[in-house]
């Protein structure tokens, strides 16, 4: 346990004096519990403020990436099954569900994947994507692991919820749920938020952590034991998404890739998504913003763009090369985002508008890690409908017209 003198000091090393202001009002067991806070938080993520918008200044030598295209996979689709099906057969894929994070701009207060996508009925974003998975439990005849990553914010809330709706018929053996860890946040000039007089204003540290908050869950020796060799890693909000899709599993298997990520054409050179590509002979992703004029206009002779395939956040890694990386330190992202927090009356105030800086590490930066990394072209208005905000683009609305056209009933 830390001392008041300890953590007073730790504090002042990074300016955040602050958060022991009132320490002498606090009763006994809220002055324990602000200490306790203090201990479990790195502190050391704040200096990444220095570096706030140059997270990736050191970025290395960029090429395009090709893919295997969606005209590749249809000629193939048969083969990579088989070996897609035959991995999942004998228990050697699991699913990595990432539902750790807030969604402030869907402006839900509940965890996103209780979020009713139905119209005339009810149906949840995590019951579209249990009913995605049960089509290749179903296919292969064998359960898949799920893991559920939550947050300390909504894990109370996603337990339950899946125990109220009976998992949504998924077999509940094998699904398990772990909290990622978290990261203070703080005002626009780096002083950290409190949310009350003994509570730090603490959020999700990014979707990067996944697998070391598994491996601190204790999950490792389960993944282990159960002979689990890949990791299907995806985001809560794509409501289309395929998971532990047979044909792509089997593709990255035959490709002798270590890793794979699932990835669309993207829509015109604009688009604001990350491209997967080269980084001095590695795969990477570059963000839209990273890209110069050049690299978004660029074409191959065939009239594609050379930087062409965006990713959708469903990626294959192997436990093997995971376990190899657990330990190495990632890039840490400075991204302003709405942020709760008690103001210098006391008052708790929940903001319209980014008020400050969350501190996130982020899967993408886990692809730079590999030595290579099949990219799987999927048809984008099968696969891709994201959650991101209530109206417009990516939003409850997008992606209710896209499970339409997929046949899902709403
Ligand atoms: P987003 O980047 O959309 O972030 O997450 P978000 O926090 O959910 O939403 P906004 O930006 O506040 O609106 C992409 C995926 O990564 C997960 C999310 O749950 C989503 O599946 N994620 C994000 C985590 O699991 N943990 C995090 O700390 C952040």
Redesign the pocket.
Known sequence: MLNFETAKELLAKYGQSHILEYYHELSEEEQKNLLSQIKLIDFSVLESLKDKGNEHAERGKFVPLGATTIEEIAKKKQEFTDAGIEAIKAGKAAAV??????????GFDKP?GMFNMGINHEIYIFQCLINNLMDVVKQADAWIPLYI?T?EKNNKDTIEFFKEKDFFGYNSDFVRFFI?DMAPSTDFNGKVYMESKSTISL?????GG?FSSMVRAGLLSELKDRGIEWLNV????NVLQRIADPAFLGAVILSGSESGGKVVSKAEPEERVGVLCLEDGRPSIVEYYEMTDDMRTMREDDGRLSYNYGVI?NYLFSLKKLESIVNEQMPIHV?E?KIPYMTDNGEFVKPDTANGYKF?TL?LDMVHKQDSCLSYEVVRNNEFA?V?NPTGIDSVESARALLIENGVKL
Request: charged share 20%; hydrophobic share 40%.
């Open positions: 569900l990432l539902a750790g994070g807030q969604g402030t701009r869907l996103k990553m947050s990622q959020s999700p540290n990014g979707n996944w995806f985001a809560v909000d956040l991204v985002k996130e899967v994201p991101k």
